[in-house]
């Protein structure tokens, strides 16, 4: 069955980029059928939806994110990535990947990663 | 965009049926039949329970059921049991091609 997996830094210094990557098991990051995605979690809150791929390389991002979010995606490593410059403490949070099992208007999210924390700190 | 509004908490007695609303705008909510439900237990990923507005994912118990009515989604759970303790967010689609999600809702059963 298809499965997720966030790797990256746990701890990251302010001002620093964020580097994340997702790799999929299981199935095919160029299915037209799915897209993939970034969701977030801050300890003790709610979900935030970071942003989303398709396997062309088109992208949707959250607008409060935008300016510092790039997320990509290769086809041949079946992975995609995120990464977010000039991190704060705000940027602090449990950081999940995600299959969107929707080939258009992707919206719902299934199966997501077991999801990786990521620290912003000196 | 703006998240989605739910109740801070639910609660109800084993065997008794609870409703959580989430609230939205006719830009999302309002505006398509694309609204998703989440379940998720303390230190784990949320697990999808609606998709769709009332559609189950396979697996998923009967007793969860999804509506809607103009900008408002409902989550009904029926027969309450002690494991549907946990936290239950909605997300929407929306109008810019993103996606919000609701503030969650923690249920407990008393």
């Known amino acids: 069955q298809l499965q997720l997996q966030e790797s990256g830094p746990g701890l990251v210094k302010p001002s620093e980029t964020l580097s994340l990557i997702c790799s999929v098991s299981?199935?095919?990051?160029?299915?037209?059928?799915?897209?993939w995605a970034w969701i977030r979690q801050p300890p003790g809150k709610g979900l935030e939806w970071i942003g989303t791929?398709?396997?062309?390389?088109?992208?949707y991002y959250n607008p409060s994110l935008k300016s510092r979010l790039t997320i990509s995606i290769d086809t041949c490593k079946s992975e995609f990535s995120l990464k977010l410059t000039s991190v704060t403490a705000a940027d602090t949070a449990v950081y999940y990947c995600?299959?969107?099992?929707?080939?258009?208007?992707?919206?719902?999210?299934?199966?997501w990663g077991q999801g990786t924390l990521v620290t912003v700190s000196s | 965009q703006s998240a989605l509004t739910q109740p801070a908490s639910v609660s109800g007695s084993p065997g008794q049926s609870i409703t959580i609303s989430c609230t939205g705008t006719n830009s999302d909510v309002g505006a398509y039949n694309y609204v998703s439900w989440y379940q998720q237990h303390p230190g784990k990923a949320p697990k999808v329970i609606i998709y769709d507005v009332r559609s189950r994912p396979s697996g998923v118990s009967h007793r969860f059921s999804g509506s809607k009515s103009g900008n408002t989604a409902f989550l009904t759970i029926s027969g309450l049991q002690s494991e549907d303790e946990a936290d239950y967010y909605c997300?929407?689609?929306?109008?810019?091609?993103?996606?919000?999600f609701g503030g969650g809702t923690k249920v407990t059963v008393l």
């Open positions: 995600a299959r969107i099992p929707s080939g258009f208007d992707p919206n719902w999210f299934d199966p």
């Open positions: 791929i398709y396997y062309s390389g088109y992208t």
């Open positions: 997300s929407s689609y929306t109008s810019s091609s993103t996606v919000v």
């Open positions: 299981g199935g095919s990051v160029s299915s037209t059928n799915n897209y």
